[in-house]
Nanobody, 125 residues
Framework: VQLQASGGGLVQAGGSLRLSCAASGRSFSFSSIYTLGWFRQAPGKEREFVAGIGWIGGNSYYADSVRGRFTISRDNAKNTVYLQMRSLKPEDTADYYC????????????????WGQGTQVTVSS
């Protein structure tokens, strides 16, 4: 399975960005994929969970730091998951990664088996 993240960029505080993550590959049936998630990692900090969504049911869950500002969604037909980010803050600056977990509900990077490359988000004050 390959994950391709895109959509990062430079934005002013209070602005919005939408990240996309396209999943591809023939190793798995996408009906068996349980969770696609977004993580972020700022310089000098550990990678942290941002949001996750169940591929089949669409149930989503968020880190407290982004709840109410970020929205995760998916388009099953396109095998793509999105992260709509609003009211961005300078502390949201990080490399954002999408990842795939064959389980559901985890917030730990160790439980996500597949990772895309990062896309950089910079929020200026």
């Amino acid at each position: 399975v390959q994950l391709q993240a895109s959509g990062g960029g430079l934005v002013q505080a209070g602005g919005s960005l939408r990240l996309s993550c396209a999943a591809s590959g023939r190793s798995f049936s996408f009906s068996s994929i349980y969770t696609l998630g977004w993580f972020r990692q700022a310089p000098g900090k550990e990678r942290e969970f941002v949001a996750g969504i169940g591929w089949i049911g669409g149930n989503s869950y968020y880190a407290d730091s982004v709840r109410g500002r970020f929205t995760i969604s998916r388009d099953n037909a396109k095998n793509t998951v999105y992260l709509q980010m609003r009211s961005l803050k300078p502390e949201d600056t990080a490399d954002y990664y999408c990842a795939l977990d064959l389980g559901y509900g985890s917030r730990s990077p160790r439980d996500f088996e597949y990772w895309g490359q990062g896309t950089q988000v910079t929020v200026s004050s």
